[in-house]
């Protein structure tokens, strides 16, 4: 057992790896400026918010972990819930290594509000948790309404009614799995990653899907428009009706869901209607806290948000060292764990390894899409590959410098853009 000292207090450390795994602690004051860690409270129980609980531990930290979970569920994957879990009752979501923690589980209440003067995490009526170190992972909630801020607006109809859904929670998925077994006619709003691979995933259920994306082709501002070609012949291949340049205007029905309007007045029969339209930071709790909130808790390049305050995963904006600094928000799972466990070792002064190149993927219709670096909209895309049996590979580039690639099928290319894109970390 080792003690760092500071400020009167101290840290206890069990055990700190330097050799094996390659840690240098510094100073606690470096990065918290000298607060004492004995007690952190984690906001939020999923990835990332586990990733940094387990980083705490295996960093040495033997303090109190407080974990606040708005979920009643302990942390579990959601990438499978678009996928296998709405197809097989068995799949086991559940993340390993929760019971090992050693941690408070304070599941089934949001955190309501932070007070960072009395370092204390508010929960409504119930006990507040005092900590001297926070990690926030709260991570991103579906987006609900067509627009945002002033723009904002129920889709009318929507507004409560039965088969009206949305997918971000195993609550969310296992409805969904549920409804699918009446074999209903379904209506999905958005065509992004969410809404693509859950029209596949329905698809091999052989039930009827209407996809409608507002925009030209699918997938349009993570791919560019080439690509999204081509991920709409997929979808229209795989018997998808592909409503594109439409937007889901309205929803009616007596008692549930019937009939789904789109903005040219087309109107759909309809038993379920998904909104898939993207996530928004989960953001509520934390204002009038003090901290800055700007599409995304905002960090420094250790992912603070304030002396001994960190922010990991969806709802982290970021700076990227891809893009000089510039702040990003990234809803990957493995940002959530990278970031999770960066957030940990920031906590506690450790120094952090150089960071990892973002990455995702997505399964559609067999094909699983791999992402390495930042791609999308805002880079110039470079076609490397197009196969006719729809294996592709796309490199994006700023400034003249490859920022990122994403491909179908050429998977050992897509090593070679993340050992080359890995230089930028080092
Ligand atoms: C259906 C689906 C499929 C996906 N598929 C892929 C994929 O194929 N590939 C990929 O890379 N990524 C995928 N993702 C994204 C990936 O799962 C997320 O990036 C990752 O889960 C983010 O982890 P997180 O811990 O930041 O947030 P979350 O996993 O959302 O965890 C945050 C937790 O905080 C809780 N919370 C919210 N507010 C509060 C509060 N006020 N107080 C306390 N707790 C609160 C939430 O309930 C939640 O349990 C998918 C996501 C979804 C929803």
Do not use: N
């Not at 379904?186 to 899907?209: C, H, M, Q, Y």
Request: glycine share 14%; charged share 20%.
């Amino acid at each position: 057992m080792r003690h760092i000292a500071t400020a009167g207090a101290h840290l206890a450390m069990r055990r700190i790896d330097t050799a094996g795994a390659g840690l240098a602690m510094r100073r606690v004051a470096t990065t918290t400026a000298g607060l004492a860690m004995r007690r952190i409270a984690i906001a939020g129980a999923g990835l990332a918010g586990l990733t940094a609980a387990q980083e705490l531990r295996r960093l040495g930290y033997d303090g109190e972990i407080s974990l606040v979970g708005a979920e009643r569920h302990r942390p579990y994957r959601r990438p499978p819930l678009s996928k296998e879990f709405l197809l097989d009752p068995e799949a086991d979501v559940a993340l390993p290594g929760t019971g090992e923690l050693g941690a408070t589980w304070l599941l089934g209440q949001p955190a309501t509000g932070l007070d960072l003067a009395g370092r204390r995490l508010l929960r409504g009526a119930l006990e507040p948790v005092a900590f001297d170190g926070l990690i926030i992972a709260t991570g991103a909630r579906a987006r609900t309404l067509p627009g945002t801020g002033a723009r904002a607006r129920t889709l009318p109809g929507t507004a409560g009614l039965p088969g009206v859904v949305t997918l971000r929670g195993l609550d969310d998925a296992r409805a969904l799995r549920a409804a699918l077994g009446a074999r209903p006619r379904v209506v999905i709003a958005g065509a992004g990653f969410l809404g693509s691979e859950l029209a596949a995933t329905l698809r091999s259920l052989d039930l009827p899907v209407t996809l409608v994306e507002p925009g030209r082709v699918p997938l349009r501002r993570p791919l560019g428009e080439r690509l999204g070609a081509v991920i709409a012949d997929l979808h229209r291949a795989h018997g998808v009706d592909l409503r594109l340049g439409r937007r889901v205007a309205a929803a009616a029905g007596t008692g549930r869901v019937e009939h789904v309007r789109l903005d040219d007045g087309t109107v759909l029969p309809a038993d379920l209607l998904v909104v898939a339209l993207g996530a928004e930071p989960e953001l509520g709790w934390l204002h009038g806290s003090g901290l800055r909130l700007d599409g995304g808790v905002v960090t420094d390049r250790h992912g603070l948000a304030a002396p001994g305050v960190a922010a990991a995963g969806d709802v982290a904006r970021r700076p990227s060292v891809l893009l000089g600094g510039e702040l990003v928000r990234v809803e990957h799972y493995s940002a959530a764990v990278e970031q999770g466990a960066h957030a940990a070792r920031s906590l506690l002064g450790a120094a952090a390894p150089p960071g990892a190149v973002p990455s995702f993927w997505c399964d559609l219709y067999g094909h699983r899409l791999r992402s390495v670096g930042v791609t999308g909209t805002g880079y110039r895309p470079r076609l490397v590959h197009l196969e006719p049996d729809g294996r592709f590979l796309v490199e994006y580039q700023r400034d003249g410098r490859v920022v990122g690639a994403v491909t179908a099928g050429f998977v050992r290319h897509l090593s070679a853009y993340r050992h080359l894109l890995a230089e930028a970390y080092a």
